[in-house]
């Protein structure tokens, strides 16, 4: 089973900073099954980045991700209110798929 | 605009089975290129994947849940569903059911249900 470790586990920025979150993998995967979600209090996660750094719909281009092999960064220039939540990396292209702990990105 | 549901009882004995379904509009489950997952989160706590369903029967459980897991698929309803026997504190959790397209270079899981909170308590 592949391990996704993320840090930092909480992330204290203020609106308007950049954020920068890592998703280290226990061996090697490939970049087309890393993906980035984002999830708020009593909500589902909510898909932002899959193959690693193609955005899905609708999300705003303040998301960038990158990486491949084992480490992986999901960074969000420009912070908004609404992007402080938790953020999740998955890996699915070695089953089990995994899901890292997750990093929970507050107003500092 | 594709939509999934989870259904099911919100509370579970312990030993008993967890039972859910999930259902599917504006998709057909009858897609080769589409994945039906299990995801669930404890509370307070992180996310797990089950396993997943196709629409042919095929399946790919967590080894870690196997030997409880069964999914099944009708494409007649258009929902496919999960079971979870003999069930202890340690299922408690919120359900997610979720779609994974599988389209080169554009493979991701893109559409989650809301998700349903089941208990385990006597």
């Known amino acids: 089973e592949i391990v996704l470790t993320q840090s930092p586990g909480t992330l204290s920025l203020s609106p308007g900073e950049r954020a920068t979150l890592s998703c280290r993998a226990s061996?090697?995967?490939?970049?087309?099954?890393l993906a980035w979600y984002q999830q708020k209090p009593g909500q589902a996660p909510r898909l932002l980045m899959y193959?690693?750094?193609s955005r899905a719909t609708g999300i705003s281009d303040r998301f960038t991700g990158s990486g491949s092999g084992a480490g992986f960064t999901l960074t969000i220039s420009r912070l908004e209110p609404e992007d402080f939540a938790v953020y999740y990396c998955?890996?699915?292209?070695?089953?089990?798929?995994?899901f890292g702990q997750g990093t929970k990105l507050e107003i500092k | 605009q594709v939509q999934l549901q989870e259904s099911g009882p919100g509370l579970v004995k312990p030993s008993e089975t967890l039972s859910l379904t999930c259902i599917v509009s504006?998709?057909?489950?009858?897609?080769?290129?589409?994945?039906w997952n299990w995801i669930r989160q404890p509370p307070g706590k992180g996310l797990e994947w089950i396993g997943y369903?196709?629409?042919?029967?095929?399946?790919n459980y967590n080894p870690s849940l196997k030997s409880r897991v069964t999914m099944s698929v009708d494409t007649s309803k258009n929902h496919f569903s999960l079971k979870l026997s003999s069930v202890t504190a340690a299922d408690t959790a919120v359900y997610y059911c979720?779609?994974?397209?599988?389209?080169?270079?554009?493979?991701?899981?893109?559409?989650w249900g809301q998700g349903t909170m089941v208990t385990v308590s006597s």
């Open positions: 979720a779609r994974r397209t599988a389209v080169f270079r554009h493979d991701r899981f893109d559409i």
């Open positions: 504006g998709d057909s489950l009858n897609s080769a290129s589409s994945y």
């Open positions: 369903i196709q629409y042919s029967g095929n399946t």
């Open positions: 061996q090697s995967i490939s970049s087309s099954y």
């Open positions: 193959g690693s750094s």
């Open positions: 998955q890996q699915y292209g070695s089953s089990p798929y995994t």
